[in-house]
């Protein structure tokens, strides 16, 4: 079973651009969460997607969005980026059952 | 405001030790606590997880201990190993697929 696929690995953007992240779930998972990983925050919970509907969202600014697709897929857009934007960006995905699977994440630097 | 509070942020033990990593949480309504390990350039990986309901649950060398009237919960690394050497999260959210708190994290270093 292949496992969370987010595209690209790693992105280098210049500050005041946009950039779209995206995740490919595990078969079946419904479940969409997103997590920005930094060593200074840590890991901080984004947004998650049921059913093409965000259910829950984390606080960071309105230039931080998402969206799912019929399918489960989901991507995220960061606008107007920032230096402090650069980080890890992790996608996981579950059924309910057994918890959250995530994936190798996308290195987005800002420069 | 950190929900989740995790110590040591570092350990180093020896082949064959014990890894004791602790966390504690705040809101009585968190009802999944899992465990995750880190490998750099990876993404965490599920290792264990346990509801407050049970006080104890063991796969392999992983063990979680469950204290509902502290608030407590650890994770136990028996028979620690050079490939156990990672950073490893302890989170709790509301259900199995809600929304992930995490604790800050804990390099672990196991030396041959």
């Known amino acids: 079973k292949a496992g969370v696929t987010q595209t690209p690995r790693y992105l280098i953007k210049t500050r005041g651009q946009q950039v779209t992240l995206s995740c490919s779930p595990i078969s079946g998972h419904r479940s969409v969460s997103w997590y920005q990983q930094t060593p200074g925050q840590g890991l901080q919970f984004l947004f998650e997607y049921f059913s093409e509907t965000q259910r829950n969202k984390g606080n960071f600014p309105g230039r931080f969005s998402g969206r799912q697709f019929s399918n489960s897929r989901s991507e995220m857009n960061v606008s107007t980026l920032e230096l402090g934007d650069s980080a890890l960006y992790l996608c996981?995905?579950?059924?309910?059952?057994?918890?959250?699977?995530f994936g190798s994440g996308t290195r987005l630097t800002v420069v | 405001q950190q929900q989740v509070k995790q110590s040591p942020q570092s350990l180093i033990v020896q082949k064959g030790g014990i890894s004791i990593i602790n966390c504690a949480y705040e809101n009585t309504a968190f009802d999944y606590f899992p465990w995750y390990q880190q490998f750099p350039g990876k993404g965490p990986a599920l290792l264990i997880a346990i509801r407050p309901d049970v006080s104890e649950k063991k796969e392999g060398r992983f063990t979680i201990s469950f204290n509902k009237s502290a608030k407590q919960f650890s994770l136990h690394i028996m028979d620690s190993q050079p490939g156990d050497s990672a950073t490893y999260f302890c989170?709790?959210?509301?259900?199995?697929?809600?929304?992930?708190?995490f604790g800050a994290g804990t390099q672990v270093v196991v030396t041959p």
């Open positions: 989170a709790a959210s509301m259900d199995s697929w809600g929304k992930l708190q």
């Open positions: 996981a995905s579950s059924s309910g059952q057994s918890g959250y699977t």
